[in-house]
């Protein structure tokens, strides 16, 4: 069955550098999402991507979050000047389109960032 | 913004017992979604409910969009040891691609031997 891929499973960077987290979703989709968890807690939605543009971000999407698809295949988030509290499991997800139908998200295992 | 309220918040059972949990919501959602996950991977779908009202099954699992579609339930039929987990509800109002999901705190199964 396709899956989201994600790499790297896990990424240690010092607090201030600059980090991308890289996914590869089911290679049919047209939608992309990125979500973070911080141990412990819920799932967090960060931003939707669609049509090589951002659809939604919430709140926490700030000014340091960027996304872009830069090739067919791969969907990155980069974390500007990253803070301690970007410390969290981050999820991407991907859905396809069938203008039928309402279709689900399904999600990679994530990337740990631990902030030093 | 939106906010999940899942219950309970963990559950400790015996192997063979039936599971019920919930997600209520104090917004409208016109997508209801259950997810699991297992320690250090990613959510994995179990169910997918668009319509209020809708019952669907997936082998042992069985879930329903509540009439109002402001909450849903999952039930587990003869828990076994595999059905170990994190088990989150996650509501959207999907459409037009501003679909991100709203997730529940999750529901912690621990099934004792």
């Known amino acids: 069955e396709p899956e989201v891929t994600q790499t790297p499973s896990h990424q240690v960077t010092q607090m201030g550098q600059e980090v991308i987290l890289r996914c590869v979703p089911i290679?049919?989709?047209?939608?992309f999402y990125w979500y973070r968890q911080i141990l412990g807690q819920k799932v967090e939605f960060l931003v939707s991507?669609?049509?090589?543009?951002?659809?939604?971000k919430s709140e926490i999407f700030d000014d340091q979050f960027s996304v872009e698809r830069p090739d067919g295949s791969n969907f990155t988030l980069k974390i500007r000047s990253t803070k301690l509290e970007d410390s969290a499991m981050y999820f991407c997800?991907?859905?396809?389109?069938?203008?039928?139908?309402?279709?689900?998200?399904?999600f990679g295992d994530g990337t740990r960032l631990s902030i030093l | 913004g939106q906010q999940l309220n899942q219950s309970p918040q963990s559950m400790f059972i015996q192997e063979g017992e039936d599971v019920s949990m919930n997600c209520t919501s104090s917004?409208?959602?016109?997508?209801w979604l259950w997810y699991k996950q297992d320690p250090g991977e990613g959510p994995v779908l179990l169910i997918a409910?668009?319509?209020?009202?809708e019952l669907t099954s997936n082998g042992r699992l069985t879930a329903q969009f509540g009439i109002t579609r402001k909450d849903s339930f999952l039930n587990i039929s003869a828990s076994i040891p595999s059905d170990v987990g994190i088990y989150f509800c996650?509501?959207?109002?999907?459409?037009?691609?501003?679909?991100?999901?709203?997730f529940g705190k999750g529901t912690h199964l621990i099934i004792q031997p």
């Open positions: 991507f669609y049509n090589n543009e951002i659809s939604e």
């Open positions: 917004s409208i959602f016109n997508t």
């Open positions: 290679s049919n989709h047209l939608y």
């Open positions: 997800a991907s859905r396809t389109l069938i203008t039928s139908s309402n279709q689900p998200q399904h």
């Open positions: 409910l668009y319509k209020a009202g």
């Open positions: 996650a509501g959207t109002n999907s459409g037009g691609g501003a679909d991100g999901l709203t």
